[in-house]
């Protein structure tokens, strides 16, 4: 087998059709499906062992999140690539053929992100692909545009691990998904430590997969995401820039926080947003930093460049669609 797709599953069992039907009708075949559930109370396991008994399954006792359930998969594999999953999708039929094709093109490639396009309006994307910012702001690139866009494929600052492909044996030098990150933002910070390390993170605009958006939390902003979310970016600076770095940026990271933190005052989320921040700084020194290294130098000079480009194009983006509706 060439491929294992990982998919991690909490109470998704009526997305679960939909999802595995698509990959019956891939043409691509040399892969193998991997079920983690996250001890679902709506009997998504038990429905996959009935209705795909082709599908294997791995039913743990409670509910690890997002970044325990698809390390428990990566660990189980043995493929020399991983595909990681939403439960809420549908993919194109040549989408895993398509992921495989982009990333063989260089063994300097560690992910590769598909185009997602939101399952309820097919004429709009929903990712190609994850940016970040000096202000510490994940960027869920092209989000809202229509899918006559990103056409081109292109390099991204990491992928969107709900629905991408990986290089299995570049984990084992780079680390694995952070599991106390439980959920959000751990794909930009394994794909941020792939970068460090060298490696190049695509997108891949033929890899065409469907997805509902927040099958599993519910809603774009609530209470449980809003706090993970501004905890775990804490954790991702914090772990992944030198001190170096961070005091270089500084400033835009404060002033990112705070313009965040107003927003979600606005929209009633304020204290989720500041108990989140508080408790990433209160907890920063139990994570496990990037040692940094003289010969990741150059990596880190043009991750920083990137972060400054990625700021100024996501500014410009912001103002032309507020301003002039484009």
Not at 295 to 305: A, D, G, P, S
């Amino acid at each position: 087998m060439k491929v294992t797709i990982i998919i991690p599953n909490y109470n998704g069992c009526h997305f679960m059709d939909p999802c595995l039907a698509s990959l019956k009708k891939q043409t691509f075949k040399d892969f193998q499906i991997l079920v983690v559930d996250n001890a679902s109370t709506d009997g998504s396991a038990a429905y996959v062992k009935e209705h795909y008994p082709e599908t294997a399954v791995i039913a743990l006792d409670r509910n690890y999140g997002f970044s325990k359930a698809v390390n428990v998969g990566i660990r189980h594999s043995r493929t020399p690539y991983v595909i990681l999953l939403n439960n809420d999708t549908a993919a194109d039929p040549h989408y895993v053929e398509e992921l495989v094709r982009t990333i063989e093109k260089s063994p300097g490639i560690f992910s590769v992100s598909s185009k997602m396009i939101q399952m309820y309006h097919p004429e709009l994307i929903d990712s190609a692909g994850d940016l970040y910012t000096l202000t510490g702001w994940g960027v869920c690139r092209g989000t809202g545009r229509p899918v006559s866009n990103y056409t081109e494929t292109d390099e991204v600052f990491s992928a969107c691990a709900g629905a991408a492909i990986y290089r299995r044996r570049v984990f084992q030098k780079i680390g694995l998904f952070d599991e106390k990150h439980f959920a959000y933002l751990e794909d930009i910070d394994v794909g941020y430590r792939a970068r460090i390390f060298g490696y190049r993170n695509l997108y891949c605009p033929t890899a065409l997969v469907y997805h509902v958006g927040s099958g599993t939390s519910g809603s774009k902003y609530n209470s449980f995401k809003v706090k993970l979310s501004a905890r775990n970016n804490i954790y991702l600076n914090y772990k992944n820039m030198p001190l170096l770095q961070l005091l270089l940026n500084f400033l835009p990271l404060l002033g990112g926080y705070l313009l965040k933190y107003a927003f979600f005052v606005k929209i009633g989320f304020g204290k989720d947003y500041k108990d989140g921040i508080l408790e990433g700084l209160k907890n920063r020194k139990t994570l496990k930093k990037v040692p940094f290294r003289m010969r990741h130098l150059r990596h880190y000079v043009r991750i920083e460049m990137e972060l400054v480009r990625y700021t100024f194009s996501y500014a410009k983006d912001w103002f032309t669609r507020k301003i002039w509706g484009k």
